[in-house]
């Protein structure tokens, strides 16, 4: 079994920064995908980020490359999204998820989630 938390959601302003973080535990993770997704309200879950755990792989959504950057700390069992240059449309409740089947952008593929942490940014 997996548990995820999130933290570090809040309100912003557009061009501010926000960093997520996603506390992992229960087992080892070194074959896992940990990754983020966020969900806008009467929206489909839409793939964010997410990085191999042993290799430090990355994948980034066209939306955010270039603005949002997902690392690990193997020694914390954390991920963490920091995101610059936030604007209106990156509004969501944004999720941590786990996959032991590698990258895939699709929610259904995911593992084990998080709660979830809000993140809203004001135009």
């Known amino acids: 079994q997996v548990q995820l938390v999130e933290s570090g959601g809040g309100l912003v302003q557009t061009g501010g920064s926000l960093r997520l973080s996603c506390a992992a535990s229960?087992?080892?993770?070194?074959?896992?995908?940990v990754g983020w997704f966020r969900q806008a309200p009467g929206k489909e879950h839409e793939f964010v980020a997410s990085?191999?755990?042993?290799?430090?792989?990355?994948y980034y959504a066209d939306s955010v490359k270039g603005r949002f950057t997902i690392s690990r700390d193997n020694a914390k069992n954390t991920v963490y999204l920091q995101m610059n240059s936030l604007k209106p449309e990156d509004t969501a409740v944004y999720y941590c998820?786990?996959?032991?089947?590698?990258?895939?952008?699709?929610?259904?593929?995911?593992?084990?989630w998080g709660q979830g942490t809000q993140v809203t940014v004001s135009s």
């Open positions: 990085i191999l755990w042993s290799g430090g792989t990355t």
């Open positions: 229960g087992r080892t993770f070194s074959n896992y995908f």
């Open positions: 998820a786990a996959n032991l089947g590698g990258h895939s952008a699709q929610a259904w593929a995911w593992n084990y």
